[in-house]
């Protein structure tokens, strides 16, 4: 028991310092569905920092999301993780390093949902990594986002459905991931295209039209929400969509992100609104 309250307190300590979007809305979910969903992050956090890491090599980023979505379709092997990790031990962070954790962290009944869909993820973003992510078209667009995001959304339904049963329609489960990357792929636009030209952006596009599919995948989002009832899924869902919505708004108007004071003025909006 000891054990599993000090693997509980890592989780939640590595989730605060990876995001504050996600960790509010975790913290306060009810406990069982608390631990999915921060194993689910957190192991989608691992590989995500494996594909965006500035300091890796595109033949050892495939090489380790590959080999990561081998090792998590059969039994998790720690060994074999760190084996494959250590050429890269002191570029990847703590985080990627301890996914073994992380899957330790879920409740058993839904550890293989939640590997699965990981590894599904690591074998989407690998296959864009050898693409040098050239998003030529929309069509690129949603299959870059579904695998980076989209699959975060459809593993979530699944969450829903073992914890309480609650049905969820798995296309805006997919928008409802796409809106909260098109958000980030605004606002990181600058960034990205710093990071050796790395452009999110189809051929023609410009901001107003990546602004247009993020507010058509919100909408799906929204549409998302409609259908869960009042509870501690809906309010886990609610937080980081209203966020969205609020640094789209700021985006548009200029500034370059939500400050501080009004992440936590729309969180307290939200929940005060449930």
Request: glycine residues 6%; negative net charge; charged residues 25%.
């Given at each position: 028991m000891s054990e599993q309250i000090d693997l509980q307190k890592k989780a939640m300590d590595m989730l605060l310092a990876t995001s504050r979007?996600?960790?509010?809305?975790?913290s306060i979910l009810t406990p069982g569905l608390k631990e999915a969903?921060?194993?689910?992050?957190?192991?989608?956090?691992?590989?995500?920092?494996?594909?965006?890491?500035?300091q890796l090599q595109s033949e050892a980023k495939i090489h380790l999301l590959r080999s990561m979505s081998q090792n998590l379709q059969k039994p998790f092997d720690e060994t074999e993780w760190r084996k494959i990790a250590e050429p890269y031990q002191e570029k990847l962070p703590e985080v990627s390093l301890q996914i073994g954790d992380w899957i330790k962290l879920a409740p058993s009944a839904v550890t293989p949902t939640i590997m699965n869909a990981t590894a599904a993820m690591s074998q989407g973003m690998a296959n864009w990594v050898e693409k040098d992510w050239r998003i030529q078209t929309e069509a690129d667009l949603d299959d870059y986002t579904y695998y980076v995001a989209g699959?975060?959304?459809v593993l979530l339904s699944n969450l829903w459905v073992w914890y309480d049963g609650t049905e969820t329609d798995r296309e805006l489960a997919v928008g409802f991931g796409r809106g909260l990357q098109a958000v980030n792929i605004i606002r990181n636009r600058e960034e990205d295209l710093a990071r050796g030209g790395v452009d999110y952006f189809p051929d023609g596009w410009e901001m107003n039209d990546m602004f247009?599919?993020?507010?058509?995948?919100?909408?799906?989002?929204d549409a998302y929400c409609e259908q869960i009832q009042p509870g501690p899924i809906l309010n886990f869902c609610k937080i980081p969509l209203a966020l969205a919505h609020g640094t789209l708004k700021a985006l548009e108007s200029g500034a370059s992100k939500l400050s501080r004071g009004e992440v936590m003025e729309i969180v307290g909006r939200v929940a005060e609104s449930n």
């Amino acid at each position: 028991m000891s054990e599993q309250i000090d693997l509980q307190k890592k989780a939640m300590d590595m989730l605060l310092a990876t995001s504050r979007t996600f960790f509010i809305p975790i913290s306060i979910l009810t406990p069982g569905l608390k631990e999915a969903v921060a194993s689910a992050y957190l192991c989608m956090r691992a590989i995500d920092e494996i594909e965006d890491h500035p300091q890796l090599q595109s033949e050892a980023k495939i090489h380790l999301l590959r080999s990561m979505s081998q090792n998590l379709q059969k039994p998790f092997d720690e060994t074999e993780w760190r084996k494959i990790a250590e050429p890269y031990q002191e570029k990847l962070p703590e985080v990627s390093l301890q996914i073994g954790d992380w899957i330790k962290l879920a409740p058993s009944a839904v550890t293989p949902t939640i590997m699965n869909a990981t590894a599904a993820m690591s074998q989407g973003m690998a296959n864009w990594v050898e693409k040098d992510w050239r998003i030529q078209t929309e069509a690129d667009l949603d299959d870059y986002t579904y695998y980076v995001a989209g699959l975060v959304g459809v593993l979530l339904s699944n969450l829903w459905v073992w914890y309480d049963g609650t049905e969820t329609d798995r296309e805006l489960a997919v928008g409802f991931g796409r809106g909260l990357q098109a958000v980030n792929i605004i606002r990181n636009r600058e960034e990205d295209l710093a990071r050796g030209g790395v452009d999110y952006f189809p051929d023609g596009w410009e901001m107003n039209d990546m602004f247009l599919y993020a507010r058509r995948n919100l909408a799906l989002a929204d549409a998302y929400c409609e259908q869960i009832q009042p509870g501690p899924i809906l309010n886990f869902c609610k937080i980081p969509l209203a966020l969205a919505h609020g640094t789209l708004k700021a985006l548009e108007s200029g500034a370059s992100k939500l400050s501080r004071g009004e992440v936590m003025e729309i969180v307290g909006r939200v929940a005060e609104s449930n």
